[in-house]
């Protein structure tokens, strides 16, 4: 596991009174692969910000033995019994084995003992179609909320990163696993502690619950024009040192005119403000989720001053940056999760 990283002995002091927390991670044959190594990677290099095994975890299937991923790898797992050995949290992977297998009962009996169930992309699908009337919202991988959409009434169904239903946590999955499982680990960790995760798990942000999933290109007919999305990268490339609207239709070789028009078809917005708003955007992801001075935040989010980035961040959201980052921890899950506080 290595040596604690000295600079949280004191948060380490602390957590050392938490109990440690053992997730099950229970996966069918074809399970993603990237589902799972996204939870053990976040588990593990938790533990190795605290300086001990605060996380344990374990396998399990229907079928005791070896179970092959979609990617051709084996694990080892113990046989799951409906309510023998309940973790404090239990996880089950997406894949094609996720709707045939006997989770769901285990999942209730997580869910009567007030203990966190989290179900990732196609586990989460196969609980949508079976619960006719959830208690809360659910969501899942965006690529199967339009066919349910459209095969069934699901009032509830969002296209969010995760949700929580009574205890029941519904995810979208795949490369999200890993802001999710910070997310559900975060409550145990000091804000530091989980700037550092971002930053070891290579996380440029870490999104939120309530953030949408990103669409599939082909719901905006507008991404299909290459020069639109060559105007939007060079925005979000230029954030620190913005360029101006003649500068970005010159290199593109679109007409100011044009440009207007196609952003207000696309995005209804002027071009100027589309830009404002990515600038604000990415200042208001470096307060909530980052440690970095006022200062270096505005002049990374091209902003000349910190008084002008506070007007432009009040003007969007109604809080100043210093009341986005008032907060005594960082909260990634917006909901309220059963059995991830202290």
């Not at 380490?12 to 589902?35: P, T, Y």
């Not at 869910?111 to 919202?137: E, M």
């Not at 989980?194 to 619950?209: M, P, Y």
């Amino acid at each position: 596991m290595g040596k604690p990283d000295t600079r949280f002995d004191v948060a380490a002091q602390i957590d050392a009174n938490v109990q440690s927390r053992v997730i099950e991670i229970h996966m069918g044959k074809g399970f993603s692969g990237l589902e799972l190594t996204s939870i053990t990677h976040v588990l593990n290099t938790a533990n190795t910000l605290l300086g001990r095994a605060l996380f344990s975890w374990r396998f399990s299937t229907d079928t005791p033995g070896l179970v092959t991923s979609d990617q051709g790898a084996l694990v080892r797992a113990e046989p799951a019994i409906v309510d023998h050995r309940l973790p404090d949290m239990m996880v089950v992977v997406g894949g094609k084995g996720a709707a045939n297998g006997s989770w769901l009962t285990r999942a209730r009996a997580m869910q009567r003992k007030a203990r966190t169930v989290v179900l990732l992309s196609d586990a989460a699908t196969a609980f949508i179609k079976a619960t006719k009337a959830p208690s809360g919202h659910v969501t899942t991988h965006w690529r199967d909320i339009t066919p349910l959409t459209e095969t069934g009434y699901h009032p509830k169904l969002t296209s969010h990163l995760s949700e929580n239903s009574d205890g029941i946590i519904t995810a979208a999955g795949a490369g999200a696993t890993l802001e999710l499982m910070v997310g559900l680990v975060a409550p145990y960790l000091t804000s530091p502690q989980v700037a550092e995760l971002g930053n070891h798990l290579l996380l440029q942000t870490i999104r939120k619950s309530d953030a949408e999933q990103p669409k599939c290109m082909a719901d905006n007919e507008g991404l299909f024009d290459a020069r639109l999305t060559e105007v939007i990268r060079l925005m979000e490339d230029t954030v620190n040192e913005p360029m101006s609207m003649t500068q970005i239709t010159a290199q593109v070789g679109y007409s100011t005119r044009h440009m207007e028009r196609v952003f207000r078809t696309t995005f209804n917005d002027t071009p100027a403000r589309f830009y404002k708003r990515l600038r604000v955007k990415r200042a208001r992801t470096m307060i909530e989720e980052s440690l970095l001075p006022m200062i270096d935040i505005a002049i990374a989010c091209g902003f000349g001053s910190c008084t002008t980035m506070a007007k432009a961040v009040k003007a969007e959201y109604g809080v100043t940056p210093s009341q986005m980052r008032s907060r005594k921890s960082i909260q990634l899950l917006t909901y309220a999760g059963r059995q991830t506080a202290r």
